[in-house]
Protein backbone atom coordinates (compact mmCIF):
# COMPACT_ATOMS: atom_id res chain seq x y z
CA UNK A 1 0.00 0.00 0.00
CA UNK A 2 0.92 3.59 -0.68
CA UNK A 3 -0.09 6.91 1.16
CA UNK A 4 0.19 9.95 -0.48
CA UNK A 5 -0.75 13.11 1.27
CA UNK A 6 -4.19 14.35 1.83
CA UNK A 7 -5.50 17.09 3.12
CA UNK A 8 -8.88 15.31 3.27
CA UNK A 9 -10.16 12.05 5.29
CA UNK A 10 -9.85 13.52 8.68
CA UNK A 11 -12.12 12.63 11.79
CA UNK A 12 -12.60 14.05 15.56
CA UNK A 13 -12.24 11.39 17.62
CA UNK A 14 -12.55 13.71 21.37
CA UNK A 15 -12.74 17.35 21.18
CA UNK A 16 -9.96 19.11 19.70
CA UNK A 17 -8.44 15.92 18.27
CA UNK A 18 -9.17 15.08 14.58
CA UNK A 19 -7.19 11.68 13.08
CA UNK A 20 -6.81 9.77 10.16
CA UNK A 21 -5.36 6.65 8.52
CA UNK A 22 -2.58 6.52 6.22
CA UNK A 23 -1.07 3.20 5.21
CA UNK A 24 -2.42 -0.16 7.20
CA UNK A 25 -1.15 -3.58 6.50
CA UNK A 26 -2.31 -7.10 8.30
CA UNK A 27 -1.16 -5.86 11.86
CA UNK A 28 -0.18 -2.70 11.67
CA UNK A 29 -1.82 1.19 11.19
CA UNK A 30 -0.19 4.08 10.70
CA UNK A 31 -2.10 7.57 11.55
CA UNK A 32 -1.95 11.29 11.61
CA UNK A 33 -3.06 13.33 14.44
CA UNK A 34 -3.91 16.84 14.89
CA UNK A 35 -3.91 18.38 18.06
CA UNK A 36 -5.17 21.50 19.38
CA UNK A 37 -3.74 23.40 22.06
CA UNK A 38 -5.81 22.85 25.12
CA UNK A 39 -7.26 19.53 24.66
CA UNK A 40 -6.36 16.46 26.20
CA UNK A 41 -6.97 12.45 25.44
CA UNK A 42 -8.22 11.59 28.61
CA UNK A 43 -6.45 8.74 30.77
CA UNK A 44 -7.06 5.14 28.97
CA UNK A 45 -5.79 1.90 28.10
CA UNK A 46 -5.98 -0.99 24.51
CA UNK A 47 -4.57 -3.87 24.05
CA UNK A 48 -2.33 -2.25 21.36
CA UNK A 49 0.62 -1.71 21.42
CA UNK A 50 1.00 2.05 20.47
CA UNK A 51 4.38 3.71 18.79
CA UNK A 52 4.43 7.28 18.18
CA UNK A 53 6.59 10.54 16.66
CA UNK A 54 5.60 14.44 17.14
CA UNK A 55 6.08 15.88 14.23
CA UNK A 56 5.23 19.48 15.70
CA UNK A 57 3.83 21.31 18.69
CA UNK A 58 4.51 20.39 22.36
CA UNK A 59 2.15 17.69 24.55
CA UNK A 60 2.52 16.17 27.81
CA UNK A 61 2.27 12.22 27.71
CA UNK A 62 1.76 10.26 30.64
CA UNK A 63 2.04 6.35 29.90
CA UNK A 64 1.43 4.50 33.70
CA UNK A 65 3.22 6.09 36.63
CA UNK A 66 5.69 8.16 34.36
CA UNK A 67 5.24 11.79 32.43
CA UNK A 68 7.12 13.47 29.52
CA UNK A 69 7.21 16.48 27.88
CA UNK A 70 7.35 15.68 24.76
CA UNK A 71 9.01 18.15 21.62
CA UNK A 72 9.01 17.48 17.82
CA UNK A 73 11.25 14.83 17.03
CA UNK A 74 10.83 12.85 20.27
CA UNK A 75 8.91 9.23 20.03
CA UNK A 76 7.45 6.49 22.59
CA UNK A 77 6.03 3.21 22.66
CA UNK A 78 2.98 2.25 24.84
CA UNK A 79 2.63 -1.43 25.46
CA UNK A 80 -0.47 -2.80 25.14
CA UNK A 81 -3.00 -2.83 28.63
CA UNK A 82 -1.23 0.43 29.91
CA UNK A 83 -2.67 3.11 30.68
CA UNK A 84 -1.61 6.87 29.14
CA UNK A 85 -3.02 10.46 28.85
CA UNK A 86 -1.80 13.40 26.64
CA UNK A 87 -2.24 16.98 27.48
CA UNK A 88 -1.89 19.38 24.46
CA UNK A 89 0.15 22.37 25.46
CA UNK A 90 0.71 23.76 22.03
CA UNK A 91 -0.77 22.91 18.45
CA UNK A 92 0.58 19.51 17.28
CA UNK A 93 0.82 16.66 14.94
CA UNK A 94 1.71 13.24 16.11
CA UNK A 95 2.55 10.12 13.75
CA UNK A 96 1.43 7.00 15.54
CA UNK A 97 1.87 3.24 14.80
CA UNK A 98 -0.72 0.75 16.62
CA UNK A 99 -0.38 -3.13 16.52
CA UNK A 100 -2.66 -4.97 16.39
CA UNK A 101 -4.37 -2.83 13.41
CA UNK A 102 -6.73 -0.60 14.97
CA UNK A 103 -9.79 -1.46 12.38
CA UNK A 104 -12.11 0.90 14.29
CA UNK A 105 -9.65 4.23 12.67
CA UNK A 106 -9.83 2.40 9.34
CA UNK A 107 -13.73 3.75 8.89
Not at 18 to 33: D, I, N, P, Q, W
Request: aromatic letters at 10%; one cysteine or more; hydrophobic letters at 35%.
Amino acid sequence: MFYKSDANGYREVLPGIRMKAMVYGEKTLMSEFFLKCGSALPTHDHIHEQTGYLVSGKIILTIGEETFDVEPGDSWTIPGGVTHAVEILEDSIAIEVFSPRRDEYMG
